[in-house]
């Protein structure tokens, strides 16, 4: 073999192998579809929705419910393969657009809504049919940092936020703001990254945040 030849195929093994490396101690490898420690059970998933409808129809208090989607549900959706057109309805199995999955997760946490029609809205549309316009605030040009920090307090909280050309969850959970949402960008899944770490986040101009766990 050419010594030129044999150079080559060794920088591809240790490109790969760094490659391999940074997945490995990456926050998203959990989220990796084929990385994750354990395998959903769409049969539990199944008693999870039943649990959050009997939730929704008794005690309708959207704090109490908002808590559940971001402890019980959202988990079961984390490493969801995106993609543009997805509309799976089983988390882990299948493709997911951004909004078909804000519009599941919401479906099968019990609240009426129609899950094709809305995900296919704009971002601020879908927002506006969920909620009282007393409950959504817009911003425009606004640094991440700033913008952040117009959130407020993050405990137990639960916010849509609609960006440029994009929807997801904002959660407030251990004094950090995360955003939940069915990346287009790497690693291509439903991921739970910080807000303040979030390139899609950064680079909307545009934000519409509805606030669902507070009306």
Known sequence: MPRKLKIILYSLVVLIIILLALLYISPYRNLVPGMRPASISQEEYIKTKQRAKLLYDTIKNNQAICSYI??????????????????????????????????????????????????????????????????????????????????????????????????????????NWYMVHSSGRWPFCVVKEKALDSKTLKKSNYKVVGRLSDN
């Not at 079961?76 to 299948?94: A, R």
């Not at 997911?96 to 019990?110: K, N, W």
């Not at 040009?141 to 050309?165: A, C, M, R, S, W």
């Open 70 to 175: 971001s402890k019980t549900i959202f988990p079961f959706w984390y490493g969801t393969l995106w993609d543009f057109n997805g509309t799976t309805e089983q988390p882990c199995k299948g493709k997911i657009a951004c909004g078909y999955f804000i519009t599941s997760v919401l479906r099968d946490a019990g609240f009426d809504i129609q899950r094709e029609k809305m995900a296919q809205m704009p971002s601020e549309k879908m927002i506006r049919e969920l909620l009282p316009d007393k409950y959504i605030t817009r911003y425009s040009n606004i640094e991440i940092e700033d913008f952040v920090k117009q959130l407020g307090p993050p405990q137990h909280k639960l916010y849509i936020v609609g960006l440029d050309t994009h929807i997801a969850f904002l959660m407030g959970e251990n004094n």
